[in-house]
């Protein structure tokens, strides 16, 4: 079947098909004009993989996870420490934006919203200590994807 179907099928847009090739993750089957060809094995493999993405995973654990997927040998325990870890990061990240929400509360609640120009928000925001992070969280960051990853339709 063609990248269009398969699309529609694991709910995937095709650019982030073709990305998924073009990093290792699946590899299609090409027709003899040269056209890519995807098999059902090629639309559970991309579904597990929209899954993975949906729970968090990064594309390195992703990569992990389907190998542990594609071995009948493997162990569950290897799989269970992945989650884990990534569920530990999860409650790290939940942490945090509960901390972001109740100071944006706090701001919200303090800002007059008239027309003066005052504003414990812009103040805020404007405070040198922002963007400030610890290693954990960048390093987080940058193991989860970015915006631009998910800009680009890189799930």
Do not use: W
């Not at 989650?83 to 800002?111: G, Y």
């Not at 805020?124 to 193991?143: A, C, D, F, P, Y």
């Amino acid at each position: 079947m063609n990248i269009g179907v398969v699309a529609r099928q694991t709910g995937l847009p095709a650019k982030t098909i073709r990305y998924y090739e073009e990093i290792g993750l699946i590899r299609a089957d090409r027709r003899p004009n040269g056209y890519r060809d995807y098999s059902a094995q090629h639309v559970q493999t991309l579904s597990f993989l929209r899954r993975a993405r949906a729970f968090g995973f990064s594309l390195d654990d992703c990569r992990t996870l389907l190998g542990l997927y594609n071995n009948p040998e493997r162990a569950s325990a290897d799989v269970k420490s992945l989650a884990a870890r990534h569920l530990e990061e999860l409650r790290l990240k939940a942490a945090e934006l509960e901390h972001l929400a109740a100071t944006l509360t706090q701001l919200v609640s303090s800002c007059s919203g008239d027309g003066q120009p005052d504003c414990p928000i812009i103040r805020e925001l404007s405070n040198s200590h922002v963007g400030k992070q610890t290693k954990k969280s960048s390093k987080r960051s940058n193991q989860n994807g970015s915006a631009k990853d998910t800009a680009r339709g890189k799930m």
